[in-house]
Nanobody, 115 residues
Framework: QVQLVESGGGLVQPGGSLRLSCAAS????????MSWYRQGPGKQRELVAT???????NYADSVKGRFTISRDDAKKTVSLQMNNLKPEETAVYYC?????????WGQGTQVTVSS
């Protein structure tokens, strides 16, 4: 059974930082590109960051320079370090594993940016 379990969400003030983590099980983690998506209230789900099997990273323009995605294949985890958070980044953040025709989603973790 494949599971992607996110953690690290919570309430943070504008300008603050959070680190999200996603632990995978049931897959050969190194076979998958890993991504973080988010979906804010009344908004469509959007891609935030991706890290390929080889470690190459890609970011949405809105988070470049503030967010960092990383992976640890030995621990089967992917992380998202988020700095200088903005209120409009309040959303449910989802972990995503993509491997060709196979893909999996986590259940999401809530991030609320508010004073």
């Amino acid at each position: 059974q494949v599971q992607l379990v996110e953690s690290g969400g919570g309430l943070v003030q504008p300008g603050g930082s959070l680190r999200l983590s996603c632990a995978a099980s049931g897959i050969i983690f190194s076979d998958y590109a890993m991504s973080w998506y988010r979906q804010g209230p009344g908004k469509q789900r959007e891609l935030v960051a991706t890290i390929t099997r080889g470690g190459r990273t890609n970011y949405a323009d809105s988070v470049k320079g503030r967010f960092t995605i990383s992976r640890d294949d030995a621990k089967k985890t992917v992380s998202l370090q988020m700095n200088n958070l903005k209120p409009e980044e309040t959303a449910v953040y989802y972990c995503y594993a993509g491997g060709g025709v196979r893909y999996y989603w986590g259940q999401g973790t809530q991030v609320t940016v508010s004073s």
